[in-house]
């Protein structure tokens, strides 16, 4: 997901979290400050040590991406999502013991850095994994841009309606909510059930990509293509005309498949064959893996909201309306 993308799920979340829990709103300040720090977990500055370009965000699918010689930092996401699992719950308890808006502060940062590597485990570059990065656009990622703040979620059990008017929308259900939450936080994961969120997410990301399809017009007849056509799992071959420190970059990575790094586009050619977009196929997939984003980062909150009276506590709400 590219930055305003982590700004919409992450707010998304919050609004379902609230509604779920039927807490009175708005938070707005917390909302806002959420969704910044989950997207700030993506910024180059120098008061975070340069963080950024030492940790790479994506998933160590089938352990193949290892630290390399010539790379400085880490080029998958474990380390670094471990260690704000950590700081979270250091802060947590820094808020339980003195409420203020400097704890408050960083119990939320922390929650918007972590949901934001939730999120790229629902993106299929950075879990399959793709390399990407400065110079080399994800056109998914390009193209989902596009729905930012106006894909909606809602809470709406039976169902699903398909009227025009709700193409936007994102229906979830109590139950879909509930089990999710059970499988993370209410079976045995351990003492870092979020850790596990991490492993599962991009597992569940894999099978979508694995088992989902999206139908394309080919040479003007509808055809059906699997989304492994995009993303092709397993370590790409070095192409001819990769220089020598893309290959390295990419070394033990995935790669795009015989369609190309062209979801999302309107057209494109493959050999001979001429494709164009369906909006509504492209939008059904989309949709798919923000719907699964959202849910996981419901998960984060409800995770800090059991381990903290962050919500709920008088003290840190007042302190929290009082941010401007």
Known sequence: MNRINHIDCSELAFDLFLQLRGIPGPR????????MSSASEDDVTFSTHLQRPFN?????????????????????SERRYLSLLEKLDKYIKKCSEKPGRHTLEDVIEATGRIMHHVQD?????????????????????????SYAGRLKIRV????????????LFIDISSSETAAAIARTLD???????????????????????????????????????????????????SGEGESFWVKILSEGFGCYGPLGNSFGKASFSVGAAFYEGIP????RIYKTFIKKAAI????VLEFVARNSDIFTNPAIISEALSWN
């Open 28 to 35: 707005q300040e917390m909302r806002d400050f959420l969704g």
């Open 56 to 76: 790479w965000h994506f998933y160590n699918n089938g352990g193949t991406v290892g630290d390399h010689a010539l790379v400085p930092g880490h080029r998958t």
């Open 121 to 145: 485990m629902s993106t299929p570059s950075h879990t399959i994994p793709v390399y990407h990065g400065p110079g080399l656009a994800d056109h998914y990622e390009s193209a989902i841009e």
């Open 156 to 167: 709406k059990e039976g169902k699903i309606s398909t009227k025009e008017d709700d193409r």
């Open 187 to 237: 079976s045995d994961q351990g003492e870092r059930p979020l850790l596990g969120l991490y492993e599962s997410s991009a597992q569940a990301t894999l099978a979508i990509i694995r088992q989902e399809s999206v139908d394309l017009l080919c040479d003007g007849r509808r055809q059906t293509c699997p989304l492994g056509q995009f993303w092709r799992e397993y370590p790409a071959d």
């Open 280 to 283: 509504e196929e492209y939008l």
């Open 296 to 299: 996981e980062s419901l998960v």
